[in-house]
């Protein structure tokens, strides 16, 4: 199959992770796959020297004609069969390539979050009448998308998954030079959260409520992001017991799960969390609100623990639960460690892909 994958975002975000492994999976075993992106994303470096074809293109709006005529050229040049655009410009520019060109191709969508503008007409119409299908990465994104008005036929859950070879990078030796660069003491408790910025404000909360050895670990907010936290953290007097690293490098952050106790994922607009996997993949103990795709993920006391929006209370009673429970803690981790590594294994995604791209070709 010719396949195009389409983003105007692909910079630091577990979607971009997610489009590089599906893109160079489908590629690995034979189809000819390319990614039209910004040339200075970060998914433009992660793909260079594989097996991937990469387009610089512009998404400058949702009506990008200019941008609609390229994709033109693309479709005709490299005779695709499959084009899946991955957010809101693109889907736009897709959809109207193929419109108004008169493409003879399959566009699929791919939703990774619960719709923030769903549910106006003019909106589901396009998307009900210019769209082959919509791939949703949870059930619970499919079920938001059919209530605002997405008809159900039109979508088809794939959930997100992690690839073994994305853990060859860790270092067994780092855990103890990271625990002593940031002067954590033997008997601390370390909390993580990795992830873009989304309520981590419950969990500086619920670190009030604890004892003072529990640290929390912050990585993946920008600096200008995490000081809006700093009336808070003083407020509560958490100034010592918080650290933030900031926006890291994928490899660095792997590594730095060696020193994680517990890690807790506050989102309520989750598709399926990759820091998630990767927590659950690394044997980390995962706490996480109940909402969105965390629901396709976690079982409740199996492979995790699950708390209500907002609820500080109930994520430092999980976190400590964690801790002091050793029983809890060890079933925690082995079911996390078989959710991630075969329940929600990259093959499975790239399997499921490939069949449902196959399967619309030949309609």
């Known amino acids: ?29 034979g189809h000819n796959v390319y990614v ?45 069969d499959i084009i899946n655009p991955q957010s809101s410009k693109d889907r736009y520019n897709a959809n ?9 191709v399959k566009v699929v ?19 009900n009448n210019f769209t082959d299908l919509i791939v949703a990465v949870s059930d619970e994104v499919k079920d938001e998308l059919v209530k605002s008005g997405i ?23 780092k855990g103890k030079i990271l625990k ?19 309520e981590q404000d419950q969990i500086i909360k619920a670190l009030g409520k604890l004892p003072e050895n529990y640290k929390l670990l912050l990585i993946g907010i920008h600096d200008h992001e995490f000081q809006e936290y700093e009336e808070l953290i003083n407020s509560l007097n958490l100034k010592d017991r918080i650290i933030s690293l900031g926006m890291i490098p994928g490899e660095e952050t792997l590594n730095h799960y060696q020193i994680l106790d517990v890690d807790v994922l506050a989102s309520n607009m989750e598709g399926l969390s990759q820091s998630l996997l990767e927590a659950m993949y690394l044997g980390v103990p995962v706490t996480a609100t109940k909402a969105a795709g965390n629901i396709s993920l976690i079982k409740d006391g199996i492979n995790g623990l699950f708390f209500n929006d907002g609820d500080t209370d109930k994520i430092a009673e999980n976190i400590k639960n964690i801790i002091e429970n050793r029983e809890l803690r060890e079933k925690l981790t082995a079911e996390g460690k078989k959710t991630a590594q075969i329940d929600f294994s990259i093959k499975r995604v790239i399997e499921n892909y490939e069949d449902t791209f196959r399967k619309l070709i030949n309609q």
């Open 1 to 29: 199959m010719n396949i195009l994958f389409l983003t105007y975002q692909g910079d630091i975000a577990g979607s971009t992770n997610s489009i590089s492994y599906l893109a160079k999976g489908l590629a690995s075993i």
């Open 36 to 80: 039209g992106c910004r040339r200075e994303s970060l998914l433009y470096s992660m793909l260079s020297d594989t097996k991937v074809n990469l387009i610089e293109m512009t998404f400058k709006s949702k009506l990008d004609f200019a941008n609609m005529k390229h994709i033109k050229k693309i479709v005709e040049e490299y005779k695709i």
């Open 96 to 104: 109207l390539a193929k419109f108004f060109y008169r493409l003879p």
């Open 109 to 127: 969508h791919t939703r990774r979050q619960t719709p923030k503008s769903s549910g106006i007409f003019i909106q589901n119409w396009f998307y």
């Open 151 to 173: 008809k159900e036929n039109k979508v088809k859950v794939i959930y997100n998954g992690t690839p073994d070879y994305k853990y060859s990078v860790i270092d067994l030796e």
């Open 180 to 198: 002593e660069k940031y002067s954590y003491k033997a008997d601390d408790i370390i909390i993580g959260s990795i992830s873009r910025k989304k």
